[in-house]
């Protein structure tokens, strides 16, 4: 069946602009989650939805970073005012249950010029 | 704040020779212990996991045994392919109403 899917794969933007990102989850999973991993670096915890309440926002980095789930599938997260700092792959993964594995998408890699 | 912890990579073996890459976690109480994969142009995987103390956590010949004594998890294999070339990630839960905390990765090359 059809994996995680990410848009876009990747995406060149200025410095300023504001950005969205879309992660469709697997078709019936419950969590979602988002993560961001830059050069060198692990993967940084963001956010997490179960259906389309956000437990856990933790993660994210600042008040310019904001997401959102719908119907309890796509899920949008969206960066305003970029800065060349916000530059990393952003990854999107979910699983059928808040304790089940963790299926991921290949990412959308954010450069910002 | 809880953490995991792995070797710095990237790891180059040869073909058939025996692979450990360590993982500590820092984290209190007794979370789940995880090892996700990602294959060149994948998204991570999960590879295998433990849920408590002595548990042993195995697939595809890879093995990864709980040891709370010593906070770690390292995952071992007899002997790697070159299909096994891909990121290693370590990573832990502490329940299930909780993030999973990754380590920062480790490649591995299997070169023929």
């Known amino acids: 069946g059809a994996g995680v899917s990410q848009s876009p794969s990747n995406k060149v933007t200025e410095k300023g602009k504001d950005v969205e990102l879309r992660c469709d989850p697997i078709?019936?999973?419950?969590?979602l989650y988002w993560y961001r991993q830059s050069l060198g670096q692990g993967l940084e915890f963001l956010i997490y939805?179960?259906?389309?309440?956000?437990?856990?926002k933790s993660g994210l980095p600042s008040d310019r970073f904001s997401a959102e789930r719908t119907g309890g599938s796509v899920s949008t997260l969206t960066i305003q005012r970029t800065q060349q700092e916000d530059s990393a792959v952003y990854l999107c993964?979910?699983?059928?249950?808040?304790?089940?594995?963790?299926?991921f998408g290949n990412g959308t890699r954010l450069t910002v010029t | 704040g809880d953490s995991v912890t792995q070797m710095e990579g990237p790891v180059t073996l040869s073909e058939e020779a025996f692979l450990t890459i360590n993982c500590t976690y820092t984290a209190t109480g007794y979370p789940s212990l995880f090892w996700y994969v990602q294959y060149p142009g994948e998204g991570l995987q999960l590879l295998l996991k433990?849920?408590?103390?002595?548990d042993k956590g195995s697939n595809k010949g890879f093995e990864a045994t709980y040891r709370k004594e010593t906070t770690s998890f390292h995952l071992e294999k007899g002997s790697v392919q070159v299909s096994d070339s891909a990121v290693y990630f370590c990573?832990?839960?502490?329940?299930?109403?909780?993030?999973?905390?990754f380590g920062p990765g480790t490649s591995l090359s299997v070169i023929p």
């Open positions: 433990a849920t408590k103390a002595d």
């Open positions: 990573a832990l839960r502490k329940t299930s109403y909780d993030k999973v905390i």
């Open positions: 939805f179960q259906g389309n309440s956000a437990p856990d």
């Open positions: 078709s019936g999973h419950t969590a």
């Open positions: 993964a979910s699983s059928l249950f808040r304790d089940s594995p963790l299926h």
